[in-house]
């Protein structure tokens, strides 16, 4: 399964974005999905997950309240919806995919992941 991400680009703090992750030849509807990103420096680090119907979203403590993860299986793509963007939101963000039933935040349950698509917000 091939990922690929889109939608990055540089934004002024409080702005938003939305990036998008599609499957070149497969639909996403078998997997649950996470967005994970990595800043400068740092470890990967988990941002959302989405369940494969949908019904099921976790978010980590940072993103809570100002991200929201979605998909649409029909179109086979995966949203994160950025708002209230701050300076420290900015990284190298990935989709990800797993086979696993349920959605997780744990990095190692994701088998296949995408290039990234940076996202830097400025003060």
């Known amino acids: 399964v091939q990922l690929v991400e889109s939608g990055g680009e540089l934004v002024q703090a409080g702005g938003s974005l939305r990036l998008s992750c599609g499957a070149s030849?497969?639909?996403?509807?078998?997997?649950?999905m996470g967005w994970f990103r990595q800043a400068p420096g740092k470890e990967r680090e988990f941002v959302a997950t989405?369940?494969?119907?949908?019904?099921?979203?976790y978010y980590a403590d940072s993103v809570q309240g100002r991200f929201a993860i979605s998909r649409d299986n029909a179109k086979t793509r995966l949203y994160l919806q950025m708002n209230s963007l701050k300076p420290e939101d900015t990284a190298i963000y990935y989709c990800?995919?797993?086979?696993?039933?349920?959605?997780?935040?744990?990095?190692?349950?994701?088998?296949?992941w995408g290039q990234g698509t940076q996202v830097t917000v400025s003060s």
């Open positions: 990800a995919a797993s086979l696993r039933p349920y959605s997780s935040s744990l990095r190692d349950e994701y088998q296949y």
């Open positions: 989405i369940n494969r119907n949908g019904g099921t979203t």
């Open positions: 030849g497969h639909t996403l509807s078998s997997f649950a």
